[in-house]
């Protein structure tokens, strides 16, 4: 069996669901488990949806009606006759969700959450499974929630593996085509629950793991995994391969490629990953499995934007060492700062990281208790793996001040200042 995954981007529209189609068509769709995400940026709508919600204490959110009136134009675009049934099972879950809204006694917003964005996936695989039946493909909707067990962390559950292992293979036995929705799972009493924003690669990676099956094929918007984010970087190169542990490094860094919770269940396994275009179905892509490292073995260039750093030196000149190391490090930690970059002199101690938390004003303030401290906020860190001397300079030219650099045999880093 091989699975394939359409994240919202690819089925935005009735053209997109056609194409899914000739994707299948193209590539072949015998044993084949298809993993949907929601439609365009449905779930995002659904967010604004569970807001008012909660904000409002309205049953029937306005929101709601603009994304009914999204589903049932690209069923217009799809079906011509025998519209009477996908229109029935449609409306019946736009019921469901109505009815939650409305006898929901629950407080618990995570859980609301959970209940209602799930709609938007399960909406789309409900339309999919019945053009696909029009088209005269006989395939098999699967309700991903009788199989994903998770536990009861609403809005990023954990899975159950075991449970889940054996119920997918059980469902899925002896069907040949499977449509089937991402992102979403069920907890022990049954409730939905979900597995973090854009889990749908996920998903696909939990049915190969349970399926042992040949291939995980990723279809996007862009050719395959590209050597830097096309909007920053000029002249971007397509990657043919990458190693498990190269895309998981490359992720590390902050590389948008591919989540390491999808990499791993798929890396024990040794299980492909592809990563191709649903315009160009018949171009190969990009392949992450064992195998080299890199190729082309090009430098790959990343970026994380709006970081932070902290330049500490000590008030005395004293020694930075490791006692204070390890004080730096238990405070960072404690006001959840993720540490992106470290450097440290005999006196000094630098240190990049994200003020996610937005926590960064109560840090510094314990930490000029022992330390001189310099901050500066809105820096970029760019990170060259694999890098050579004419991608430093690309680096040095971008014309920025800046205010670190390190090198390891295979990773370049700099901070570089906003200003010019
Ligand atoms: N629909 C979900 C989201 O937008 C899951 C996904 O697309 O992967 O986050
Ligand atoms: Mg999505």
Redesign the pocket.
């Known amino acids: 069996m091989k699975v394939y995954k359409f994240?919202?981007a690819s089925v935005k529209d009735a053209g997109g669901v056609k194409n899914l189609y000739s994707v299948l068509n193209k590539t072949g769709i015998k044993n084949t488990l298809v993993v949907v995400?929601?439609m365009g940026k449905?779930?995002n709508a659904l967010e604004k949806v569970i807001e008012s919600y909660f904000a409002n204490k309205t049953k029937t959110p306005p929101e709601l009606l603009q994304i009914k009136a999204y589903h049932f134009e690209i069923i217009e675009g799809l079906f011509t006759i025998n519209k009477k049934e996908v229109i029935d099972d449609v409306q019946a879950l736009f019921d469901e969700l109505q009815d939650f809204l409305k006898y929901n006694k629950a407080p618990n917003y995570s859980f609301v959450y959970d209940q209602v964005v799930s709609f938007?996936?399960l909406i789309s695989t409900t339309i999919i499974h019945h053009f696909l039946t029009a088209q005269g493909i006989f395939n098999f909707w699967l309700d991903a929630r009788e199989c994903v067990k998770t536990d009861d962390y609403y809005r990023a559950a954990n899975l159950d593996w075991e449970n889940t292992q054996n119920l997918i293979k059980n469902a899925v036995a002896g069907k040949e085509v499977v449509i089937t929705q991402?992102?979403i799972g069920s907890n022990a009493n049954n409730f939905t629950t979900t597995l973090g924003?854009?889990?749908?690669?996920y998903s696909a990676a939990i049915f190969a793991y349970a399926l042992n099956a040949d291939s995980v094929t990723i279809w996007k918007d862009v050719p395959g995994v590209l050597n830097g984010d096309p909007r920053v970087f000029s002249n971007t190169q397509l990657l043919h391969q990458i190693s498990y542990r190269e895309a998981i490094e490359l992720a590390f860094y902050g590389a948008s490629v591919i989540h390491p919770k999808t990499l791993q269940p798929l890396q024990r396994k040794e299980i492909p990953l592809y990563v191709r275009s649903f315009e160009k179905p018949e171009a190969a892509g990009t392949s992450v499995s064992k195998g080299k490292p890199l190729v082309p073995h090009v430098p790959c260039f990343i970026v994380k934007k709006d970081q932070v750093l902290i330049q500490l030196s000590s008030i005395d000149f004293s020694f930075i060492v490791e006692e204070n190391i390890s004080y730096i490090f238990n405070l960072l930690h404690e006001y959840q700062m993720p540490v992106e970059l470290i450097q440290n002199s005999a006196i000094s101690f630098s240190v990049c990281v994200s003020n996610k938390y937005k926590r960064l004003e109560e840090l510094v303030l314990v930490l000029r208790s022992r330390f001189n401290v310099e901050v500066i906020e809105n820096v970029d860190l760019f990170t060259i793996r694999h890098f050579d001397e004419k991608a430093v300079k690309s680096i040095h030219q971008k014309g920025k001040k800046i205010l670190l650099e390190q090198r390891t045999q295979e990773t370049a880093q700099f901070v570089l200042s906003d200003t010019e």
Do not use: I, K, L, N
């Open positions: 994240g919202g995400s929601a449905t779930t938007g996936e991402g992102f924003r854009e889990g749908s690669d």
